[in-house]
T-cell receptor, first 114, second 112 residues
Framework: KAGVTQTPRYLIKTRGQQVTLSCSPISGHRSVSWYQQTPGQGLQFLFEYFSETQRNKGNFPGRFSGRQFSNSRSEMNVSTLELGDSALYLC?????????????FGEGSRLTVL | GQQLNQSPQSMFIQEGEDVSMNCTSSSIFNTWLWYKQDPGEGPVLLIALYKAGELTSNGRLTAQFGITRKDSFLNISASIPSDVGIYFCAGQLIGGNYQLIWGAGTKLIIKP
């Protein structure tokens, strides 16, 4: 069973640009969550999608957005990039929303903003 | 927002030593989970706890769901080099919307 796949793995952008990250969940998983991880800040929850609907949202500005497609694949977008957006962005999938809290994470997309 | 207090922030240990870390909160949780993140990887679930007082083992790892529902601990016995990484606790609040609340992580480092 293939795991959670995130693309791209690494990317470098400059301030003001926008970026789109992609996540393919485990087959059969319908819930996708996104997290931002920076050194010393742990995992900061961005949003969760289930059946193409955003179910939960963290405390991030509107520059951070996402969507989920009918095949459960998800994308997140960050517009007008700032230096502080440099981070590892992790996607996690689970069979159902909330479920048991058991999330399966991808390897992440490491974004560097110059 | 809700916070989980995870401690210690980092640990320097000798190979073979036992390790203990914990998470506490002022809120009540109905689920506690422990994840481990290896360098360059995403977190992987180690142990999930669903009942107050529950004690669960996974090899050399043992975790407990505190009886007050406000805390959990993770013990690692006889540490080995591959135990190096960041350990995260996470919980689901009672009456919450299933969203996981995460601790800041405990970084485990093996002293050479």
């Amino acid at each position: 069973k293939a795991g959670v796949t995130q693309t791209p793995r690494y990317l470098i952008k400059t301030r003001g640009q926008q970026v789109t990250l992609s996540c393919s969940p485990i087959s059969g998983h319908r819930s996708v969550s996104w997290y931002q991880q920076t050194p010393g800040q742990g995992l900061q929850f961005l949003f969760e999608y289930f059946s193409e609907t955003q179910r939960n949202k963290g405390n991030f500005p509107g520059r951070f957005s996402g969507r989920q497609f009918s095949n459960s694949r998800s994308e997140m977008n960050v517009s007008t990039l700032e230096l502080g957006d440099s981070a590892l962005y992790l996607c996690a999938s689970s069979f159902a929303q909330g479920n048991t809290g058991e999330l399966f994470f991808g390897e992440g997309s490491r974004l560097t903003v110059l | 927002g809700q916070q989980l207090n995870q401690s210690p922030q980092s640990m320097f240990i000798q190979e073979g030593e036992d390790v203990s870390m914990n998470c506490t909160s002022s809120s009540i949780f109905n689920t506690w989970l422990w994840y481990k993140q290896d360098p360059g990887e995403g977190p992987v679930l180690l142990i999930a706890l669903y009942k107050a007082g529950e004690l669960t083992s996974n090899g050399r790892l043992t975790a407990q769901f505190g009886i007050t529902r406000k805390d959990s601990f993770l013990n690692i016995s006889a540490s080995i080099p591959s135990d190096v990484g960041i350990y995260f606790c996470a919980g689901q609040l009672i009456g919450g919307n299933y969203q996981l609340i995460w601790g800041a992580g405990t970084k485990l480092i093996i002293k050479p």
